[in-house]
C-alpha cells in the first residue's frame, strides 16, 4: 500500500501547483478567476490528499503484501480472491427503472416517475435478495 499511498502523494502535490495556477491562467478579467474550476481543483485536491492520508496510515500499520515485497513470489499471492457472483438479471431492470424516473422527469410526467420508482424499488429489493432464493440461493 505505500506504492498506491506515493501515487496519491504525488497527484496530491501536482493538484497543490496546478490549482493557484488555474487561477491566475483565468483571471482574465477584473473579476477573479473561473471560481467553478478553482473550486473543483481544490475539492479534488482535498480527496486525493485524503486518500493519501488513509493510506499513508494503513501503510505503516499493515504486513506487506506479497506484491509489495520485493522477496515474494508468485505462489505467496496464491488463494481465494473473492467472491464474484455469476450472471444477473437485475442491474438491467434497475437501469430501465431508473430510465423510466429520468423520463418522467424529463418529460415532467408525474406519473411516469411514480411507476418509475416502484419498479425501481421492485427491482433493487430483487437485486439485493437475489442469493436468498431461487438457482443461486445459498
Same mark, same amino acid.
Given at each position: 500500500? @505505500?506504492?498506491?499511498?506515493?501515487?496519491?502523494?504525488?497527484?496530491?502535490?501536482?493538484?497543490?501547483?496546478? $490549482?493557484?495556477?488555474?487561477? *491566475?491562467?483565468?483571471?482574465?478579467?477584473?473579476?477573479?478567476?473561473?471560481?467553478?474550476? $478553482?473550486?473543483?481543483?481544490?475539492?479534488?485536491?482535498?480527496?486525493?490528499?485524503?486518500?493519501?492520508?488513509? *493510506?499513508?496510515?494503513?501503510?505503516? @500499520?499493515?504486513?506487506?503484501?506479497?506484491?509489495?515485497?520485493?522477496?515474494?513470489?508468485?505462489?505467496?499471492?496464491?488463494?481465494?480472491?473473492?467472491?464474484?457472483?455469476?450472471?444477473?438479471?437485475?442491474?438491467?431492470?434497475?437501469?430501465?427503472?431508473?430510465?423510466?424516473?429520468?423520463?418522467?422527469?424529463?418529460?415532467?410526467?408525474?406519473?411516469?416517475?411514480?411507476?418509475?420508482?416502484?419498479?425501481?424499488? *421492485?427491482?433493487?429489493?430483487?437485486?439485493?435478495?437475489?442469493?436468498?432464493?431461487?438457482?443461486?440461493?445459498?
Amino acid at each position: 500500500m @505505500k506504492a498506491e499511498a506515493w501515487i496519491f502523494a504525488s497527484c496530491t502535490i501536482f493538484l497543490v501547483l496546478v $490549482t493557484p495556477a488555474y487561477w *491566475l491562467v483565468t483571471d482574465a478579467s477584473d473579476h477573479g478567476g473561473d471560481w467553478t474550476g $478553482t473550486s473543483a481543483l481544490v475539492m479534488t485536491t482535498l480527496l486525493t490528499l485524503m486518500v493519501t492520508i488513509y *493510506l499513508g496510515f494503513h501503510a505503516n @500499520k499493515m504486513d506487506p503484501r506479497p506484491e509489495d515485497r520485493k522477496d515474494a513470489e508468485i505462489a505467496d499471492g496464491a488463494g481465494e480472491l473473492g467472491f464474484f457472483p455469476p450472471y444477473s438479471w437485475w442491474p438491467l431492470w434497475t437501469a430501465m427503472a431508473l430510465g423510466t424516473v429520468v423520463f418522467g422527469v424529463a418529460a415532467a410526467a408525474w406519473w411516469l416517475g411514480i411507476i418509475g420508482i416502484v419498479l425501481g424499488a *421492485l427491482a433493487l429489493v430483487g437485486w439485493i435478495y437475489e442469493y436468498y432464493r431461487g438457482e443461486h440461493a445459498h
